[in-house]
């Protein structure tokens, strides 16, 4: 398949679906890679208003780390934050192995 | 009688409320009654909580018997975005991923309208994860306009707006992060109003865009945004992007409804080429009503306007691939082993998760967003973006140093048929093109109802836009138009809706 002139190919789809953790299908891959490209043709014009001299604006107001004093609080009860999980045993959330041990 | 009751406004309801006219379990039974009665045919809800709302009820018709005193709104039921968190009661985000969970906590805006005594009737639809134009994206089903039900409400927030323009809640709480308050109120015939970034708490709020994202009021008349506005705004210590000030006057200025010499700038950029023709006229002549009563209108250039769609269709999936990262099936939401793999580790098991419980324009936003934050493009993308959002600061002070508010139409179109532009993403993204910059810059907008387009005879909004924290000015503007158009169509234009089929 040939490189569209944005540079995103459908290997470029493949690695983007792996770094963002989604298993795609192949006929997701195929439409999100004939798709990408148009929609980053269209969005490519924010470089032409971007000046160097031009700071970035990552917040439309300014914000600032918040500290508070460190003490102890109420929080949710481990039955309350383990109501949701997918899978719990004895107060803790089951999850799948996450190294590559059985 | 109950039927008149869906049909009063959120100030009438509370004025009959206060003055023991009328009980709010009479309130809230008829609007249960009218949700059982029409949803079928709007779908506007994903939940609904009739046991709870009446119970609510119950409490503030007995507490109000006992003399105690309640807030403005006590009483006065209310629909909330199925995006924020509300204790004991399903919390989608119109999303698989999310099916069947219940929050153990409230976010802020909810908290406040239960200690404020609004029973809540349930959780309104939406695109998934607030991801759309046109509610077409939630993983339920799409929700239908009211005022014809083969046509989309809007979106994301096409639940809220539709359950108000279908007399099934007098209030709703809506999200606009591109425009999702305001877009479906001007396709609905009804008040949404995006406040100030930081001017209403967002912790609870599934964020979607943290720095664009903002809960705010739908409503059928400006003096009802307001009020609800008011309730749910202030500082939230719980929020570190809350703004620490006061809140500005909105209900006062609301009741102030007067534009005369205020100045006020029709965008030149946000009209013309692209916007349907019973939207220009209908805004013209919007425009006119407002210099007839004594407002000064001139016409404002913001030059930078031409790069908002892009850069907000960078930033917003930015921060959207980062926000969805936590759903990672360990949690919370659905987990889905992968097909054919023995012993699957975490990692494999989040992407078949992931795969399964997310629609196909979230996988695209995540998707596009990873891109616009990968190594080697990040400055030509995101950080362009974030460059364009101080170039049009920038623009929009000039503009503000000039006038005091600015207009445009909220919607280039009236709403189009469902189906429509859900396989062309371009087209449905520029749908966004006059509410988006606001979310970028921060600033508060309103879109009222200003009548219907002769070639479709569907409902066309106007956008009031205003200065950070200067929300008040867009309530006092509005309220005047909105006064002078209810008076040459004798009525509201909600009033004008066809008759919904009741479910058969």
């Not at chain 1, 792996?18 to 924010?46: K, Q, T």
């Not at chain 2, 109950?2 to 003055?19: C, G």
């Not at chain 2, 009802?224 to 008011?230: F, I, Q, S, T, V």
């Not at chain 2, 002549?285 to 306007?305: H, K, N, Q, R, Y």
Request: glycine content about 10%.
């Amino acid at each position: 398949m040939s490189e569209p002139a944005t540079g995103i190919s459908r290997d470029d789809v493949v690695h983007l679906a792996g770094l963002a953790r989604i298993d795609l299908s192949d006929a997701e891959l195929d439409h999100l890679a004939s798709e990408l490209p148009a929609i980053l043709e269209h969005v490519a014009s924010v470089q032409e208003a971007a000046g160097d001299d031009v700071p970035a604006m990552s917040h439309p107001v300014p914000v600032d780390n918040v500290f508070r004093e460190d003490v102890v609080r109420p929080s949710l009860a481990p039955e309350d934050a383990l109501a949701g999980a997918p899978a719990s045993d004895q107060q803790r959330f089951l999850v799948p192995k996450i190294l590559g041990e059985s | 009688m109950s039927t008149d009751l869906t049909r009063k406004t959120a100030d009438e309801l509370a004025q009959s409320l206060a003055a023991k006219e009328v009980s709010s379990v009479e309130v809230t039974q008829a609007l249960v009654d009218r949700i059982g009665a029409v949803d079928g045919a709007v779908h506007a809800f994903l939940h609904v909580d009739a046991e709870g709302a009446l119970a609510t009820a119950a409490d503030i018709d007995d507490r109000r018997a006992k003399g105690e005193q309640l807030s403005y709104l006590a009483g006065v039921p209310i629909a909330i975005k199925d995006v924020l968190a509300t204790k004991g009661m399903p919390t989608t985000c119109g999303s698989k991923i999310l099916e069947g969970w219940i929050p153990p906590y409230d976010a802020t805006v909810t908290a406040t309208i239960k200690a404020a005594g609004l029973p809540i009737l349930g959780k309104t639809n939406m695109d998934e994860f607030a991801m759309g134009s046109s509610t077409e994206h939630s993983a339920y089903g799409p929700t239908h306009n009211p005022w014809d039900t083969t046509r989309i409400p809007g979106g994301s927030g096409g639940g809220s707006a539709a359950a108000v323009a279908a007399f099934e809640a007098p209030l709703a709480i809506g999200t606009d992060t591109g425009g999702s308050i305001r877009q479906p109120g001007a396709l609905t015939g009804t008040v949404g109003v995006k406040p100030t970034y930081g001017g209403i708490s967002r912790y609870g709020l599934v964020a979607m865009a943290s720095s664009l994202d903002q809960a705010g009021p739908v409503t059928r008349t400006v003096l009802d945004a307001a009020l609800l506005h008011e309730l749910i705004a202030g500082h939230d210590p719980m929020d570190s992007t809350s703004i620490p000030d006061a809140v500005p006057p909105v209900v006062a200025a609301a009741r102030r409804a007067d534009v005369k010499g205020l100045k006020i700038g029709i965008v030149k950029e946000l009209g013309g080429e692209g916007f349907q023709p019973g939207v220009e006229a209908r805004f013209t002549e919007a425009v006119e009503l407002l210099t007839s009563a004594g407002a000064e209108v001139v016409e404002v250039s913001i030059p930078s306007l031409k790069y908002a769609l892009g850069a907000y269709y960078l930033v917003m999936p930015s921060e959207a691939s980062s926000n969805l990262a936590k759903f990672d099936a360990m949690r919370y939401g659905v987990r889905v082993a992968p097909a054919g793999v023995d012993d699957p580790s975490a990692e494999q098991v989040m992407a078949s998760s992931r795969d399964a419980g997310f629609g196909d324009e979230v996988k695209r936003r995540i998707i596009l967003g990873t891109y616009a934050l990968s190594s080697g493009y990040y400055d030509a993308y995101y950080g362009s973006a974030q460059k364009v959002r101080t170039v049009l600061a920038r623009d929009f002070a000039a503009a503000f140093a000039d006038v005091d508010v600015l207009v445009s139409p909220t919607s280039p179109t009236t709403a189009y048929p469902l189906g429509e532009k859900l396989d062309d993403p371009l087209a449905m993204y520029l749908g966004d093109v006059a509410t988006i910059p606001a979310n970028l810059v921060g600033i508060p907008g309103l879109s009222l109802p200003v009548g219907l387009a002769d070639e479709d005879g569907l409902p066309v909004g106007l956008q009031f836009l205003a200065p950070q924290k200067a929300d008040d000015r867009l309530y006092n503007a509005a309220a005047a138009l909105e006064r002078m158009l209810e008076q040459n169509w004798g009525g509201t234009l909600l009033s004008r809706a066809p008759e919904l089929e009741a479910a058969r």
